[in-house]
């Protein structure tokens, strides 16, 4: 009979995050921040594999999950501050910084919102609702909170060769920009995709 597609899709960008993992560790421009960055991948690709048959998450997550591993891999690859596209954009509306570190934050709110929307739906009484939408959001600020304080003892162990890590870029806002973005991006995924969670979510539930 073989896999079931949704079975199928999962291995398969679960490979396909495995070959860019691999890509992204040729050359990257600081090792050690590289492995830094992508740590959460080569965390979450194994567990999310292991545990597939016995909590397959929706297609939703499961392809913003990935989006967000190449988000992660580009970033550690060249470092936040010196992703091309970030000057892309940089020159393009003369801003003042490389913004790719900004991109990644409003990912760290908007991608995990739904991972952390499903985790409530099935493992709690929880139901679609304001208590929902309150409780993922607060998930999301202190998991993005975790990261500062992860940033900060980074920091403090390894002095200027976290630098590259923080990608602060002068900037003495950036913690609170950071955690700001993973609000906005926490409550914009939630406005935006709750519905189709929803829906897929109740089909998966008659399989």
Known sequence: MGMKMGQTEAWLLGLLT????????????????WVLETLPVMIGLPLLLATHRRFPLTSLVVRL???????????GHYTYARV??????QETFDLARNHYDRLGHLAQGFIPAMLAREILLRQTPLRPGGWLFLLTTSVVLAFSACYEFVEWGSA????GDADAFLATQGDV??????????????????????????RQLRQQSVC
């Open 156 to 159: 403090l162990a390894l002095g």
């Open 18 to 33: 495995l070959a860019a993992l691999i890509v992204s560790g040729v050359n990257p421009y600081d090792r050690l921040t």
């Open 65 to 75: 999950l990935f989006v967000h591993g190449l988000i992660l891999m580009l970033g």
């Open 173 to 198: 806002w950036d913690t609170q920009w950071d955690m700001f973005l993973a609000l906005i991006g926490a409550l914009t995924a939630q406005l935006l995709l709750a519905r189709r969670h929803d």
């Open 84 to 89: 091309p596209v970030g000057f892309w954009a």
